[in-house]
């Protein structure tokens, strides 16, 4: 029985360092492009609000997905984030939240 010309483990450590030199592509060129950018007030506005939006496009099909439960549960932690900020106890309370809602039925 003869194998491929690589075994699983150099096919892993080979997608591993192209996963790597990706990454540092794409964020040495993001720098390289921004350094070449104008900093106008319009294009800083929009890098203020991109952190914003990252987090509502990531969060919202989750929501959607999840029901009603999900959506509590982000509102706790967030909640629980904005008027303690500490991020492992927002975590805590959400998961909280979410272990008496399931005993709840909810």
Known sequence: MTEGMFSADAMF????LGMTVATYTLRAGGYWVMGRLPLTQRVRRGLEA???AI???TVLPIVL???LAVGLCLIVAAAAQIK???EYIAVF???AAAAGMRAAGI
């Open 13 to 16: 450590v080979l997608a591993v």
């Open 55 to 57: 987090i509502v496009s």
């Open 84 to 86: 303690l900020r500490k």
């Open 50 to 52: 991109l952190p914003g």
């Open 93 to 95: 309370c959400a998961a």
């Open 65 to 67: 997905q999840g029901g």
